[in-house]
């Protein structure tokens, strides 16, 4: 879990900052990108009748409803995080 309340060190280098942040973005990008894929091929492989697609869809459902609250946390944590953010560059020049 993320921890907001951690201070946000002082950053020498945005220019830095910045390029190894979008290289991390890029790398999530391209790793979910994989797993969507994966998963796409799978679902074609073995959801071949109705009862299989309703039997996914159930329990698709029945997860999202479970996960909803841990995907709420960790959102709620990075809007934290990003404020802190925010609030640390507005004494910096």
Known sequence: MLNPAVEVPAVQ????????TVK???????????????????????????????DYKNNLLT??????PLVGEAMQSY?????QIEESGRYCN
């Open 13 to 20: 280098d945005l220019h830095r900052l910045l390029l190894l």
């Open 24 to 54: 991390q973005v890029r790398a999530l990008h391209a790793t979910v990108s994989a797993l969507m894929a994966d998963v796409a091929a799978l679902r074609r492989t073995v959801l071949q009748d109705e009862e299989d697609i309703l």
């Open 63 to 68: 997860t999202l409803e479970t996960a909803r």
């Open 79 to 83: 809007d934290e995080m990003i404020q």
